[in-house]
């Protein structure tokens, strides 16, 4: 048995085998960009028409290049840009319903209706009313406020018009009755 730290000489009797060659080398790879070291001045070119570029690699420890957006061809749809480097997308802004013209509209609905009921007309001012408020408080809800505004005027117009003629109907019937 031989100790495997004592060198071993080749054997008289076997046959020396020639050494293994070594690999060949590997081609030179470049080397990876220094963080910390500045890039060195470049000579000015010259100027190039304008083409969309993609934001730098940022520095370690420092803050991420802001995404340029690319020109965007008429009638493309617009992606929403995608969050960088872990930040969160930021919180849509709430927006208000527009209570006072959908109220509007609801009231005027109401009060079309009951005008021939003979209460629409006290839902057709509240209608107009609201509409009023909703056009001054809400100018992004135009259709909700521009219908309770129309059809307020139609239901107090249409209130008026069934009251006359009711009131002319009765006069006609108690003029007949007294006749006899």
Same mark, same amino acid.
């Given at each position: 048995?031989?100790?495997p730290n004592t060198p071993q000489t080749p054997n008289p009797e076997q046959p020396s085998s020639s050494p293994v060659?070594?690999?060949p080398a590997a081609p030179a790879q470049p080397a990876a960009p220094q963080y910390d070291a500045p890039?060195?001045?470049?000579?000015?070119?010259?100027?190039?028409?304008?083409?969309?570029?993609q934001p730098a690699a940022p520095q370690y420890g420092?803050?991420?290049a802001a995404p340029q957006q690319p020109a965007q061809q008429y009638g493309a749809p617009q992606a929403p840009a995608a969050p960088q480097y872990g930040q969160p997308y930021a919180a849509a802004p709430a927006q208000k319903s527009p209570i =006072?013209?959908?109220?509007? =509209?609801?009231?005027?609905?109401v009060g079309l209706i009951g005008a021939f009921f003979y209460f629409g007309?006290?839902?057709?001012?509240?209608?107009?009313? =609201?509409?009023? =408020?909703?056009?001054?408080k809400e100018p992004q809800a135009k259709g909700f406020w521009l219908t309770g505004i129309i059809l307020g005027f139609v239901a107090i117009a249409l209130e008026v018009i069934v009251i006359i003629i009711a009131?002319?109907?009765?006069?006609?019937?108690?003029?007949?009755?007294?006749?006899?």
């Amino acid at each position: 048995m031989s100790d495997p730290n004592t060198p071993q000489t080749p054997n008289p009797e076997q046959p020396s085998s020639s050494p293994v060659p070594p690999p060949p080398a590997a081609p030179a790879q470049p080397a990876a960009p220094q963080y910390d070291a500045p890039a060195a001045p470049q000579p000015p070119t010259p100027p190039q028409p304008a083409a969309p570029q993609q934001p730098a690699a940022p520095q370690y420890g420092g803050a991420p290049a802001a995404p340029q957006q690319p020109a965007q061809q008429y009638g493309a749809p617009q992606a929403p840009a995608a969050p960088q480097y872990g930040q969160p997308y930021a919180a849509a802004p709430a927006q208000k319903s527009p209570i =006072l013209s959908i109220l509007s =509209l609801v009231a005027g609905i109401v009060g079309l209706i009951g005008a021939f009921f003979y209460f629409g007309v006290l839902f057709a001012i509240a209608a107009v009313v =609201l509409g009023f =408020l909703g056009r001054s408080k809400e100018p992004q809800a135009k259709g909700f406020w521009l219908t309770g505004i129309i059809l307020g005027f139609v239901a107090i117009a249409l209130e008026v018009i069934v009251i006359i003629i009711a009131v002319v109907v009765l006069a006609s019937i108690g003029s007949q009755l007294s006749s006899y």
